[in-house]
């Protein structure tokens, strides 16, 4: 299920035309990351008052929209500390408004499941992401691509949910009319919120363990590395 950096190159190579239209039109990559969170922000107000499929499509149009910041500073030479800084808060910044939108929206609902359960997906995303900033941080990981090691890494979290949210639109929730006979019983959109957001929340903590133990292993191998040199010398 993991990308692979190879994998992640091809699919940016082909955003790269797309990439390079909107810097023609004048958009800088950190003017990319910003509507990319301006429309995943709008996804998440949609979410909040329980459009799910429309909701769900905007914030996979604002993920897409995303990965063309970094393309076009690549294929301009604008590459750059501050633009990865940028990208990477917004991405985390749209990522908490999403699940906060979802919140809101299954509040709205009557319904507690859901909520604690994209609190718990909200958490394991986290965490994937400060495993890696961490870990590359205090100099591991590097030219290893930490961004492919685990199941769910950003762009499979985008899809699980998008999924989750496109079923949850086209199931039935509960009716406007509740006096009808099993209006009451759980709804199916619920269900499939559900169904997504534990997904992300196991694979997410299953991802943040293999980031923990990938990062165990290459300070073991360096240390290793250290006691061979030094008795060596």
Same mark, same amino acid.
């Given at each position: 299920?993991?990308?692979?950096?190879?994998?992640r190159?091809?699919?940016?190579?082909? /955003?790269e035309?797309?990439?390079l239209?909107?810097?023609r039109?004048?958009?800088?990559?950190?003017?990319l990351?910003?509507?990319?969170?301006?429309i995943?922000?709008?996804g998440? =107000?949609?979410?909040? /008052?329980?459009l799910?499929?429309?909701?769900?499509?905007?914030?996979?149009?604002?993920a897409?929209?995303d990965m063309?910041?970094?393309t076009?500073?690549?294929?301009?030479g604008? =590459?750059?500390?501050?633009?990865?800084?940028m990208? @990477?808060?917004f991405?985390r910044?749209?990522?908490?408004?999403?699940?906060?939108?979802?919140?809101?929206?299954?509040?709205d &609902?009557?319904?507690?499941?859901?909520?604690?359960?994209?609190?718990?997906?909200m *958490?394991a995303?986290? &965490?994937?992401?400060?495993a890696?900033?961490? @870990?590359e941080?205090?100099?591991?990981? @590097?030219?290893?691509?930490?961004?492919?090691?685990g199941?769910?890494?950003?762009?499979?979290r985008?899809v699980i949910?998008?999924?989750?949210? =496109? *079923?949850?639109?086209?199931?039935?929730?509960f009716?406007?009319? &509740?006096?009808?006979p099993?209006?009451?019983?759980?709804?199916?959109?619920a269900?499939?919120?559900?169904?997504a957001?534990a997904?992300?929340?196991?694979? /997410?903590t299953i991802? =943040?363990?293999?980031?923990?133990?990938h990062t165990?292993?290459?300070?073991?191998?360096?240390?290793?590395?250290?006691?061979?040199?030094?008795?060596?010398?």
């Amino acid at each position: 299920m993991a990308i692979s950096n190879d994998r992640r190159s091809q699919i940016k190579k082909i /955003g790269e035309p797309i990439a390079l239209f909107f810097g023609r039109l004048g958009l800088s990559p950190d003017g990319l990351t910003l509507v990319g969170f301006g429309i995943t922000a709008a996804g998440a =107000v949609l979410l909040a /008052g329980q459009l799910w499929l429309i909701g769900g499509l905007v914030v996979f149009g604002g993920a897409v929209f995303d990965m063309f910041d970094g393309t076009l500073a690549r294929a301009t030479g604008r =590459v750059s500390k501050l633009g990865a800084f940028m990208d @990477s808060v917004f991405d985390r910044w749209g990522e908490a408004l999403v699940y906060v939108g979802l919140v809101w929206g299954t509040l709205d &609902m009557g319904l507690w499941r859901p909520v604690l359960l994209a609190a718990a997906a909200m *958490a394991a995303a986290f &965490m994937v992401s400060y495993a890696r900033a961490k @870990s590359e941080g205090l100099g591991f990981s @590097s030219g290893t691509g930490m961004a492919a090691i685990g199941f769910a890494p950003r762009e499979v979290r985008v899809v699980i949910l998008t999924l989750g949210l =496109v *079923a949850a639109g086209l199931l039935p929730g509960f009716p406007e009319d &509740m006096d009808t006979p099993g209006a009451t019983a759980y709804p199916l959109s619920a269900l499939a919120l559900e169904a997504a957001l534990a997904l992300i929340a196991i694979l /997410g903590t299953i991802t =943040v363990i293999q980031r923990v133990l990938h990062t165990r292993a290459q300070a073991r191998a360096a240390a290793t590395t250290t006691e061979v040199g030094e008795q060596a010398s």
